[in-house]
């Protein structure tokens, strides 16, 4: 198991900064920031972290009242990524996957309610956001996928080894025009 230890004061600012910056839509949730002694690559692959949310039990042993938790492989922050574009770059990876649950969106047909789909089946929401049975926003956690790569590369660019790859092998298809049989053969 990882020993973990709370980040300081320069990476709270840093997290605040990027969140003020990039993620107004997170309004009042809060975000802690930890290390961890995990391994810096599994697979061979930069361990990224990850973003978690406090339960109950967590909030109450915690000193602060937090919603999401944000680890990051202290020998990747010290070590690995350069900088603060680098630092705020992975900070922001974590903070693009929390994200609202919204309420899906609703028709009546013949006095029976069903949720909207779209043309692959899936459901459509509206951009009301769902409330708990507390009346309190309701978040999840997304994995690190091509939407939230996407957003992260918009503001930071390629910032590690495997983004400036992807990035290149990216460039390379839109400029060759390679198409996608091309490449599956």
Known sequence: MAIVWPATHDVFDKLQEVKDKYHSNL?????????????????????????????????????????????????????????????????????????????????????????????????????????DKNGNPMWRIVPIDLGVLSQNIRRYGFWFEDLIEFGSVVTNISISGTSNQELSA
């Open 27 to 131: 309004g009042e949730v809060s975000v802690v920031v930890e290390f961890s002694d995990a391994k810096p690559f599994k697979a061979n692959r930069l361990n990224l972290g990850n973003v978690r949310k406090f339960s109950c039990a967590n909030k109450i042993w915690q000193k602060g009242d937090f919603d999401f938790c944000i680890t990051i492989v202290g020998e990747v922050w010290q070590d690995i990524l350069q900088g603060d574009e680098q630092h705020n770059a992975i900070l922001d990876l974590h903070l693009t996957r929390i994200e609202p649950v919204c309420v899906p969106q609703i028709i009546v047909e013949n006095k029976k309610r069903h949720t909207v789909k779209d043309e692959f089946g899936r459901i459509v929401f509206t951009e009301e956001q769902k409330l």
